[in-house]
């Protein structure tokens, strides 16, 4: 039975029954030509924009009659066996597990310094060291021609400079012409590849600010929000004109602040391609990163529930009970819903609601760190409810998550 896949590069859903290839004969002939020469490919130098010759692209069957396996195939150029498999829209290189088990996305996305890049490196960390209490394993997907743009490359750099040496993720440089590489994440239940289990894609674009200023770049966002099988929207407490002065004036250090019209502007653009009936029955979950920060910055009085439900000394319940906790997330959620009003962002919920049903929203609040940064640095890293989010979606498309 044939399974779709969501290509993490284009977005684009298709059967693995139409998956293609690439060939990967690098072998020479005696006066040193190639066996296979290199040739240009529209598919894939439009996805990237760059005119390049790639190994040649070609169709074959990935499954026999009566196998579940994908398998290689010849190459109708040069009769050499390849397995590297390619997206037919865009030919940009799959896992081997997409292949076999079908694939679809959760997305990451947000305005510029909202957080969502430190987040996703700790969210990751988190996960494969303390998600097995819930029967939820995570693993990296390396595929690509480059290998310092490899995930396991870039994921270990970044946990090494954050856990080792103190230190921030470096600013996502702005390169013209190129276009960001995804991080992908496999994450799976315990069951994966039995009956009644589940693995599905973590996929992130490390994104330079800049780049919610093109409006090219924001449409190939919000084709990947809409192709997604569940989102999480980060929300930047510092853009929230209500909180930016007392946040600012709380904080020991300096903080960098934006305007509440990036929050905005940034929802508007990603909803933009979000068809309702399509996606009305996805999770989304809005996420209000720095919630150390606004715990600090804001009296009990002005915290209101928060300060009740939001301990940063006691982390989500399901890493002692090793359950987790719907209650617990709902409290949470209404808490924040009602500060929302209070800061006058309450509209954000609201053109969420326009494309996806109420039981299918929460709002979260986590800190990626559990502390402020003094002069770049980290300080006291400890994460605070980073996986909070990424579980309760889970639980929504259908893994065997368990419950207090």
Known sequence: MSKIITCPYCYNKFENDDVEYQCENIERSVDGTPKCPEEADK?????????????????????GLFSSEPKPSKCDKCGKQSSRF??????????????????????????????????????????????????????????????????????????????????????????EGERPIP???????????????????????????EAFQDREQMDRMADHVSNSAGILLFIDPYNIKKLTGTLQSAS???????????????????????????????????????IDAVLDGL??????????????????????????NLSEIDQISNALEE??????????????NEKYKEENIKMFAVSSLGSQPRDGRITDLRPYRVMDPLIWILYKIGFDIPIA
């Open 43 to 63: 598919r894939f130098n439009d996805h990237w924009g760059i005119p390049v010759e790639s190994r040649h692209f070609f169709r074959g069957k990935p499954f």
């Open 299 to 324: 009296s009990a009085e002005r915290a209101g529930g928060l300060a009740t439900i939001l301990d940063l000394d006691r982390n989500s319940s399901f890493l002692k009970t090793k359950k987790f």
């Open 339 to 352: 500060m929302s009003e209070e800061w006058d962002v309450e509209y954000i919920k609201s053109q969420v």
């Open 252 to 290: 020991e250090v300096e903080i960098v602040t934006g305007s509440e019209l990036e929050n905005e502007n940034v929802l508007n653009s990603l909803l933009q391609k979000v068809n309702r009936k399509e996606s009305e029955d996805k999770p989304f979950a809005i996420v209000f990163s720095k």
């Open 86 to 175: 390619v997206c037919p829209h865009c030919h940009n290189w799959l896992p081997t597990d997409m292949i076999k088990d079908g694939a679809e996305i959760i997305s990451i996305v947000g305005a510029p310094n909202s957080g969502k890049t430190v987040y996703f490196f700790n969210l990751m960390r988190q996960l494969q060291k303390k998600a097995s209490s819930l029967g939820i394993s995570v693993t990296v997907q390396d595929e690509g021609p480059n290998p310092t743009k490899k995930t396991s490359v870039i994921y270990k750099d970044m946990v090494t400079r954050m856990y080792e040496y103190d230190e921030l993720p470096p600013k996502t440089p702005v390169i």
């Open 183 to 209: 991080l992908i994440f496999k994450v799976s239940n315990e069951k994966a590849g039995k009956k009644g289990g589940k693995s599905i894609y973590i996929v992130f674009y490390d994104t330079p600010g």
